[in-house]
Antibody, heavy 122, light 105 residues
């Protein structure tokens, strides 16, 4: 079955760190850019960052809202992508989705995980 | 930074045609993608590259993109089409519209 499964969410105190994982199966994981997208409670979708395929150097990009605090990495041998989040703030409370890019270079997400909830609170 | 504007809500009578706009500066020069999100579920790709439908998405879903507006069209609207709909582009960064809640009356 083609799927993405996120894990690692939970309750975390402000200022602390958390690492999310995204396990892919049923497709050639290493052939796709992997992107994290979040959704705060009752809000819209927000891009958190992506990591390109190894053939493109595995480069990553982030929006200003998380740059310097969030790091995405990947282990293609295990078909897993990671989202390392540091200095977490209440504004980071959201469901975090892992997504797979469709056709390379076309910038759409044709497979989404079910998401994992991160709650930042003391 | 690039921005996409969507109305907060759109209503459509059962069996009629719903049109959900997505506005952006010269959006017609970009590749626009659309997602459907039902309560408690992850988003689902319904249109990619302006007007392509993924496998399994009904032909009732179509889209266009020209000038400063992209539009998702849902023909013969059904109760099951009630959802939030998001447009998205990828230029220098990934950008989503704010989302439109579709209500089928």
């Amino acid at each position: 079955e083609v799927q993405l499964v996120e894990s690692g969410g939970g309750l975390v105190q402000p200022g602390r760190s958390l690492r999310l994982s995204c396990a892919g199966s049923g497709f050639s994981f290493g052939d796709h850019t992997m992107t994290w997208i979040r959704q705060a409670p009752g809000k819209g979708l927000e891009w958190v960052g992506f990591i390109r395929r190894a053939v493109y150097g595995g480069a990553s990009e982030y929006p200003a809202s998380v740059k310097g605090r969030f790091i995405i990495s990947r282990d293609d041998s295990k078909s897993i992508a990671y989202l390392e989040m540091r200095s977490l703030q209440s504004e980071d409370t959201a469901v975090y989705y892992c997504t797979k890019e469709g056709q390379p270079g076309h910038g759409y997400f044709d497979l989404w995980g079910r998401g994992t909830l991160v709650t930042v609170s003391s | 930074s690039y921005e996409l504007a969507q109305p907060l809500s759109v209503s459509v009578a059962l069996g009629q045609t719903a049109r959900i706009p997505c506005g952006g500066d010269n959006i017609g020069s970009k590749s626009v993608h659309w997602y459907q999100q039902k309560p408690g579920q992850a988003p689902l790709l319904v249109i990619y590259r302006n007007d392509y439908r993924p496998s399994g998405i009904p032909e009732r879903f179509s889209a266009s993109n020209s000038g400063n507006t992209a539009t998702l069209t849902i023909s013969r609207a059904q109760a099951g089409d009630e959802a939030d709909y998001y447009c998205q582009v990828w230029g220098t960064s990934v950008v989503f519209g704010g989302g439109t809640k579709l209500t089928v009356l």
